[in-house]
């Protein structure tokens, strides 16, 4: 069985620099999505959520200056 997606040309050229000489886009789109890993919600403790907050707040703000 046969799909067709439309995108647009800006999306086709991105898609073209990810692909591999030697693969379909088929294949290229397989690839791409097999390697999405869903979010595992709750993967964090309390406190590694709390650290993971406090960094992202300090990067923030070092934007900042």
Request: hydrophobic share 30%; net charge negative.
């Amino acid at each position: 069985m046969s799909t067709t997606l439309r995108v647009s040309d800006d999306t086709k050229a991105l898609l073209e620099h990810l692909k591999r000489d030697d693969e379909t886009f088929d294949e290229l789109l397989e690839r791409l999505a097999q390697s999405e890993k869903p979010i595992n919600v709750g993967a964090w403790s309390e406190d590694q959520a709390d650290r993971a907050r406090t960094a992202v707040k300090r990067s923030r703000e070092s934007f900042e200056r």
